[in-house]
Structure formats: structure tokens, C-alpha cells
């Protein structure tokens, strides 16, 4: 989609809604289920980054750019850590843990986090715990705000 907005001569804002997500208290969304308890599966923003990253080159500096998309990755990784361990159980915790394990211990997530402020609203102790490597406390803390936002869900299996 990027490299199709950069062969456009003009983009128009709608300031009218013209699309509603609504959450509901299961994980049957694309958005929100392991798929064949693989919690990675959740994870693709990552990689659209890098063309999130070249489209912006041609109007930004690349210290704005990295502040833009260093936040969006440290805040989209706590949603959708959130997402993955309100659904763990004894079938995919082993494999929920690595995945914590090794988010918190990527290097782009160790130089994301670094300069990483909460904006109002945004969750601040999960980000803190991840900068500090604690792989259970941020599960735990992860499911409670899972279970506070979507209630234990549904259909899972």
C-alpha cells in the first residue's frame, strides 16, 4: 500500500467515520486468536515496518521517523502481548513464555524501548517490566490486563 500512495499525485483526509471496530469479549478475531497455538502469528506488523519506514523517508528526518516507529512498535508489542497471553494455557504457555523471552530480548525492541514514553492512556508498568527482561511478571501482568479488557473470551479452541 505504501509503494502504491507513492505514485499518487494527491491524498484527500475523510474526516468522517467510515469504519467501527468493535471489541468483543472472545478471541475469534484475525486481530486477536493464536492461530494453531503459534503466538508469533500475531506479530506480522513487524516486518510492514521497514515499508512504513522508506515510504516516510521522502518527507520526515530519519530522528522523527525513528521516534514514530520505535513507539508504534513498543505500543502495538504490549497490545498484542496482551492479546496472546489472555489466552495461554497449558497447551501454549511454553511457547508464549519464548515468545515473551525473545520480544524483550530482540534488539529492535532493546533500542525501541529505550526511548520509549507512554503517551496518556498507554500502558506504562507492562513497557517497564519488558525494559527490565522480567519474561513472568510481564505474562502475568499481560493476562490481567487481558482478562480486564476482554473478559476470559471465548472459543479459543
Known sequence: NFDYLKNTETVYFINNVIYNQQKHGTYNSLSMRLLE????????FIAALDHVRAFLRDGYDEVEIDRAIGH???????????????????????????????LINAPDFRQHIKNY???????????LLMKSRFVLPVIGVCWYEAHKQYGKGSGTK
Do not use: T
Open 37 to 44: 497455538n503459534d503466538p508469533r502469528s500475531l506479530f506480522g
Open 72 to 102: 508504534y512498535y513498543i505500543y502495538h508489542i504490549v497490545l498484542y502481548l496482551i492479546r496472546v497471553c489472555g489466552q495461554i494455557d497449558n497447551a501454549n504457555k511454553h511457547k508464549v513464555y519464548g515468545l515473551v523471552r525473545e
Open 117 to 127: 514514553i507512554p503517551a496518556e492512556g498507554n500502558y506504562k508498568a507492562i513497557p
